[in-house]
């Protein structure tokens, strides 16, 4: 069984260098915020977190590099 996906925070982590706001993973991952939109909606992609009081998204920096990690070791033919 696969964790699930999104966590929710009642802290706003903006100011932490934890977390990475949604325009710096998009940067990363080289796609557009519409398309890490896209991937929550898909259930795909990094792990991310919204803040309840907000509702904005962030994702932990490990999770993104994870994220990273596995993608350049998947291939397709």
Aim: aromatic share 10%; glycine share 2%.
């Amino acid at each position: 069984m696969t964790p699930p996906r999104l966590h929710e925070l009642s802290m706003d982590p903006a100011d932490d260098p934890e977390f990475l706001d949604q325009i710096e993973v998009a940067k990363l991952l080289e796609v557009t915020v519409r398309t890490l939109y896209r991937w929550r909606a898909e259930e795909r992609g990094p792990a991310f977190v919204r803040v309840v009081s907000t509702g904005d998204f962030y994702y932990r920096r490990e999770d993104v590099e994870r994220y990273l990690a596995l993608d350049r070791t998947v291939t397709t033919t």
